[in-house]
């Protein structure tokens, strides 16, 4: 990519396209285009081909997705499946249609199995069931990584795909029905600091294993690969693709102690307690992402988790007047 090249980012008000952003804007990329969902809907496929048509973006990272937590993956896979595979499929053949030199697709690891070996290695795809909470935004998630890797094979296009491990960051979603299990806690334990509750209840037992990956680090990752690699680079027996995670694990139990010793870290040795509630699910038993490949690719993470916490809840503070 030129720092002029016309660079679409799909997306850009998430937590992913705005780490993007970000990323590229740091980096002297001055040509970003983007579009609101009021200005653009993503879902209708004569709208993202005249958007295509009229601005032909050179380079696109598809970074927009409909997303949730188990709750909300539980409660409306339609909509996951539906709306997410839309999204994908109209922005890939808008690019296909209008020479995109290069496509950057931001999956997720929830495409592997639910009992898939430990850590996962990009050739565990579709070797075994997925974990039936969030399987309709995994399908999605597949559909879109198999269209790329069509793509490639059939046109000769230049789409690659990554699987980012769980993210968090700067501008999550911080609602506690739609988001994902460390902005949620965050939450959790900011309302129960300042309003002196003594306890807080958690779902599962806190027994499964987690990784979790900074998004400015997502966003380093991919732009990198943007800049170095190509499709065939990513290649594998399952999809023209590439983990991007931390490589390291904890338990949900370990992470809820952690974000409750950052929240709590200014109170004089308040805090309070942790329930944990059995009856609800727990999710896949353990997610770790093997990232070999994308080590061997010349990139490495560099966010810890405990800074990354930190970083996310003076965010959450920054925002929660707007919630």
Not at 41 to 67: C, G, M, R
């Amino acid at each position: 990519m030129n720092k002029d090249s016309r660079i679409y980012v799909a997306g850009h008000r998430g937590l992913v396209g705005s780490a993007i952003v970000r990323n590229l804007k740091s980096k002297g990329y001055t040509n970003i285009i983007t579009r609101t969902h009021s200005e653009l809907d993503l879902q209708k496929q004569a709208d993202v081909n005249a958007f295509f048509s009229q601005e032909k973006p050179e380079y696109v990272f598809l970074a927009a997705a409909h997303v949730g937590g188990i709750g909300a993956n539980s409660t409306y896979p339609a909509d996951f499946i539906y709306q997410n595979m839309m999204i994908g499929f109209n922005i890939v053949e808008g690019s296909r249609q209008n020479n995109v030199k290069k496509l950057m697709n931001l999956g997720s690891t929830c495409i592997y199995p639910k009992m898939a070996p430990q850590p996962i290695q990009e050739e565990s795809l579709l070797t075994g069931p997925l974990e039936p909470t969030n399987d309709a935004y995994a399908l999605a998630k597949i559909s879109v990584i198999k269209l790329c890797t069509a793509y490639n094979k059939q046109y000769g296009t230049d789409f690659l795909s990554v699987m980012p491990t769980n993210l968090y960051g700067i501008g999550d979603n911080y609602e506690l029905f739609g988001s994902h299990v460390l902005p949620a806690l965050i939450r959790k334990f900011h309302e129960a600091k300042v309003s002196g509750k003594d306890e807080v209840d958690l779902w599962g037992d806190g027994s499964p294993l987690r990784e979790f990956l900074f998004s400015d680090d997502l966003a380093e990752a991919v732009v990198y690969l943007m800049e170095n690699c190509h499709a065939t680079d990513l290649r594998t027996p399952t999809g023209d693709f590439v983990n991007v995670g931390s490589g390291k694990e904890l338990t949900i139990k370990e992470l809820a102690e952690t974000v409750k010793s950052i929240v709590y870290d200014d109170t004089s040795g308040r805090e309070c307690n942790i329930r944990w509630d059995s009856s609800k699910p727990n999710g896949t038993p353990r997610k770790l992402c093997d990232i070999t490949r994308l080590i061997n690719l010349g990139w490495k993470p560099k966010t810890s988790l405990e800074d990354g916490i930190r970083i996310s809840y003076k965010d959450f503070l920054s925002s929660s007047t707007r919630m």
